[in-house]
């Protein structure tokens, strides 16, 4: 059964705050039909976002495998064959980065919400994301700009890969009693079988 409570993590990094996105970036999710959970802005410490990124123990190995699998697919060559080797200085970058200034943290909820917002955001490499979505619409870096210049791609967004992802980010930025349950008129029209009680 499809779970309608189903809850992602959703990060406005630093480069969108900077960038004045903060409602365009909103808007895509409330107007998909999800609905927001929990919302905060604040100033990340450095361990703050070392941990947010290596809840997941496997991280550094997936973060280097798609770096060189994307270089690989241009007929690039990656800064280093060994996907661990390539994580540090990426972590180190994203530490910078989404400790630079503000960032809003935000809970969404709906049916697939982790799949919806991923679908949304968009592909990590902005320069190779689709056209419609937050990363393919409102920037325009590289891997290869980034790795040159020894920094993390700023790609406005961040959004949980999976629900067990999901989870361990949502209590790692919010306490329980932060994150609203509530109820929109329009989850009838969502998620309701019969739309009884429309007309008089
Ligand atoms: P996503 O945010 O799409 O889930 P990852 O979890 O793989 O992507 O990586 C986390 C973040 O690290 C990315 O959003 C991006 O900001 C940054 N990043 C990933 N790979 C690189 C890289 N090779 N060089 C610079 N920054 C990177
Ligand atoms: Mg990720």
Redesign the pocket.
Same mark, same amino acid.
């Given at each position: 059964m499809v779970n309608k409570s189903e809850k992602t993590l959703v990060l406005i990094?630093p480069d969108a705050v900077q960038r004045t996105l903060i409602g365009e970036i909103i808007q895509r999710f409330e107007r998909i039909g999800l609905k927001l959970a929990a919302m905060k802005m604040t100033v990340a410490s450095g361990d703050h976002i070392e941990k947010h990124?290596t809840l997941d123990p496997e991280?550094r190995r #997936?973060? @280097?495998e #798609?770096?060189i699998k994307?270089y690989k697919e241009k007929g690039q060559n990656p %800064?280093s064959e060994d996907p661990i080797e390539?994580?540090q %200085?990426?972590?180190e @970058?994203?530490v910078k980065?989404m400790s630079a200034g503000p960032l809003i943290a935000m809970v969404w909820e709906g049916a697939h919400a982790v799949k919806i917002v991923?679908k949304l955001?968009g @592909?990590?490499?902005p320069l190779a994301s689709d056209v419609g979505t937050i990363?393919g619409d409102y920037v325009l +870096?590289s891997?290869e700009m980034? +790795?040159t210049d020894g920094?993390?791609?700023?790609?406005l967004?961040?959004?949980? @890969?999976s629900s067990e992802e999901a989870e361990m980010e949502i209590n790692h930025w919010f306490s329980q009693n932060e994150i609203i349950s509530y109820r929109l008129v329009q989850d009838e029209i969502l998620y309701d079988v019969n739309l009884d009680g429309i007309l008089d």
């Open positions: 990094k990124y991280w #997936k973060v @280097g #798609k770096t994307n %800064p390539i994580s %200085p990426v972590l @970058g994203l980065f991923r955001v @592909g990590t490499e990363r +870096d891997y980034s +790795d920094r993390a791609i700023r790609n967004v961040h959004a949980s @890969g």
